[in-house]
């Protein structure tokens, strides 16, 4: 299934070129550290999925629309006054800690669907600061909101530093981390190299098979070769540029562990080259 939010930097594009691996290696548990869309994971519908995120407005909306959440875009506008106040609305409960309340995943929902490019983006207060997209001319309705109950109804989902997860757990790891010398405004703290470091030795100690993304960088691919992951380059379509036209294919990194010996990621992984 489509998810049900938009997601920049999501793995739409790259899910279906992964069939083939995924359905070979046949994982019973999932885990996404860094959930974002789940593009992925919904995609190929897994039973069981752990997913976490440090966006606790994002994790409170997955629980609430688990639960039955209701969204009634008649509440909402495309004005930008009405955007305004409701921003206001927003960094109060986001200040206050009410991540898990049905009112903040509303709105989360709301923004997801009416913040320029659907950007969810913190400054170094905390306060969500994205304004109105200019391109918008009605409040989107409620999508996939049944589908995603019904296919997410066995996931759990986790409000956690990615360091405080096991990543033996799961059969496979689906690892999407902000993305080095790249957008990591998704939160007031960032996603430092150290990080980014403390990211791949876990992942070399968990003996999961692993697919692991990031931007396309040489100190990030000679990071992951220096743990034995098998590096390749793929391409996206840029999705951030306001100028639909200048969205050209951009390189990134994906990254494969634990799959066993001697596997020919090119011939099972659609469009991607050795990097």
């Not at 938009?6 to 860094?34: M, Y």
């Not at 070399?204 to 098979?209: G, I």
Request: some cysteine; charged content about 25%.
């Amino acid at each position: 299934m489509l998810p049900p939010l938009k997601n920049v930097g999501g793995k739409r594009w790259l899910a279906p070129k992964l069939s083939r691996l995924v359905n070979e290696t046949k994982p019973t548990k999932v885990l996404e550290p860094f959930a974002g869309g789940l593009a992925f994971s919904l995609h190929f519908e897994f039973e069981h999925v752990i997913a976490n995120d440090t966006n606790s407005p994002l994790i409170g909306f997955y629980k609430n629309l688990i639960n039955g959440l209701r969204y009634d875009h008649n509440k909402f506008s495309t004005c930008p006054e009405f955007y305004g106040s409701t921003r206001e609305r927003m960094n109060y409960l986001l200040k206050n800690n009410l991540f898990d309340t049905t009112e903040c995943s509303e709105l989360y929902y709301y923004f997801n669907k009416m913040a320029h490019s659907g950007l969810w983006r913190l400054n170094s207060s905390g306060e969500f600061n994205v304004w109105i997209g200019k391109c918008y001319k009605q409040v989107a309705k409620a999508y996939n909101f049944p589908e995603f109950r019904n296919v997410a109804k066995q996931w759990r989902f986790e409000n956690k530093s990615f360091e405080n997860l096991c990543f033996k757990e799961a059969d496979l790891n689906f690892v999407d981390p902000p993305y080095y010398k790249n957008f990591v405004g998704y939160s007031s703290d960032g996603f430092k190299w150290e990080q980014q470091i403390s990211l791949l030795d876990i992942l070399e100690d968990s003996e999961k098979p692993t697919i692991y993304c990031n931007s396309f960088e040489p100190q990030i691919i000679h990071e992951c070769k220096k743990r034995g992951f098998s590096t390749y380059r793929t391409y996206r379509s840029g999705s951030i540029n306001s100028n639909a036209s200048k969205r050209e294919a951009v390189p990134e990194l994906i990254a494969f562990r634990n799959f066993g010996g001697n596997r020919k990621f090119a011939s099972l992984v659609k469009g991607i080259e050795n990097a």
